[in-house]
DNA sequence: ACGTTAACAGACAGGTCTGTCTAGTGTCAG
DNA sequence: CTGACACTAGACAGACCTGTCTGTTAACGT
């Protein structure tokens, strides 16, 4: 009883060290070994919880996309103003890129090491997906004129702030994709739909 | 005699076969097997010539930033107006980007999947150093208030169009980033220094 | 003619990786 | 008590990867 379980199981194991060590050092770098050895956990519990080491790699990927899914919409969530609400994206964004364990876009990292039709480019596309359609009712809600091009542009930023702080070790990126982006929806928005 | 040798030599093909097989699969992904039957060499040559892996990939990076380097330059140099000049930075990577062979940044792909210390993250900080400076420059001659802060978000603005137009197999990223440095120019030019 | 140099072909060692398999342990329901 | 179940430990096969080594061939300068 007392809670759930005196000890994770293995699978959620299994998911949290290929989460730590597949972001931190890549999903082709890391081995089989590495994670179960992180975890704790038997080899065969591994192919018997996900099949093969793709399977881990989804899930791993789709943990990582549900985790930012969350933190997204719990940032959006603290705001009315609809501007507030769209730059929200890149608030939660900052906050991920100043942590000392930020390595850039999980889904970008997994499929620059992996080929075009991979489990990598699937999840990437999946995210991706999301992330934009997000932006894009963000930025008919905030009364774009043009909301399609408008988050077009929003994930390019996006994109952009993400690589700059990884690469650059710097999460001042991030602040300036922010900026920009303000700058965006002002131009953008319709004059007659601004409250005052 | 005729053109300088009947065969490239064995270092040109090793850098070629190099270039292209890292640059679409990746250089954890490819061994050292597949360059050295992709160019025609033996593995004896390669590692006369470069020692070991790492001094093929630093090779391949370095061979990517000279080719690179002098696209954009010579696109530069095709203009006088301060901003198309500017601009043309990002008229040589939409031209890039346009490749059915287009895999985005072959720095941050051989980074993502190397340690931070790797020769693939020292290539992809001067690389990068450069281009902030290259851009910096332009901005400063097109009249810039702040370069130092436009080139910044310039940066971000490539970043972004570079990975935009990977993971979405569409180089229109790259036109609509272009469309917004412009409007970043503009907004950031004294308008003093606007000749007629 | 001769030595040097660059290049070739390919075997080999030593290591790593994925995935399978055997065998044993602990827990819990009926 | 018993059987199902989840898990552990670790050996193993087969593939692949880097890097070394041996031996051969051809061109070129002196």
Same mark, same amino acid.
């Given at each position: 009883?007392?809670?759930?379980?005196?000890?994770?199981?293995?699978?959620?194991?299994?998911?949290?060290?290929a /989460? $730590?060590l597949f972001?931190a050092e890549g999903v082709h770098t890391v081995g089989?070994?590495r994670v179960?050895? +992180?975890?704790?956990?038997?080899?065969?519990?591994?192919?018997?919880?996900?099949?093969?080491?793709?399977?881990?790699?989804?899930?791993? #990927?789709?943990?990582? +996309? $549900?985790?930012?899914?969350?933190?997204?919409?719990?940032?959006?969530?603290? +705001?009315?103003?609809?501007?507030?609400?769209?730059?929200?994206?890149?608030?939660? #964004?900052?906050?991920?890129?100043?942590?000392?364990?930020?390595?850039?876009?999980?889904?970008?990292?997994?499929?620059? $090491?992996?080929? %075009?039709?991979?489990?990598?480019?699937?999840?990437?596309? !999946?995210?991706? &997906?999301?992330?934009?359609?997000?932006?894009?009712?963000? &930025?008919? $809600?905030?009364? &774009?004129?043009? %909301?399609?091009? #408008?988050?077009?542009?929003?994930?390019?930023?996006? /994109?952009?702030?993400?690589?700059?702080?990884?690469?650059?070790?710097?999460?001042? !990126?991030?602040?300036?994709?922010?900026?920009?982006?303000?700058?965006?929806? !002002?131009?953008?928005?319709?004059?007659?739909?601004?409250?005052?």
């Open positions: 009883m007392s809670v759930t379980s005196p000890r994770r199981s293995a699978r959620e194991r299994l998911l949290a060290a /989460d $730590e972001y089989i070994d179960i050895e +992180h975890a704790g956990v038997a080899k065969a519990s591994l192919y018997s919880c996900f099949g093969n080491k793709d399977g881990l790699v989804r899930a791993y #990927l789709q943990g990582r +996309h $549900e985790q930012r899914r969350n933190r997204i919409l719990g940032r959006i969530e603290q +705001h009315d103003d609809p501007s507030d609400r769209l730059l929200a994206v890149f608030d939660s #964004l900052a906050e991920s890129a100043a942590k000392p364990s930020y390595r850039g876009c999980a889904f970008y990292n997994a499929s620059a $090491e992996s080929d %075009p039709d991979s489990v990598a480019a699937q999840e990437s596309a !999946a995210s991706r &997906a999301w992330t934009r359609a997000l932006l894009t009712d963000l &930025a008919r $809600e905030a009364g &774009a004129a043009d %909301p399609a091009t #408008l988050a077009a542009q929003l994930v390019i930023l996006y /994109d952009g702030a993400m690589v700059g702080a990884r690469q650059d070790h710097d999460p001042a !990126a991030v602040l300036n994709a922010r900026a920009v982006a303000a700058t965006l929806l !002002a131009a953008n928005q319709t004059p007659s739909r601004v409250r005052p």
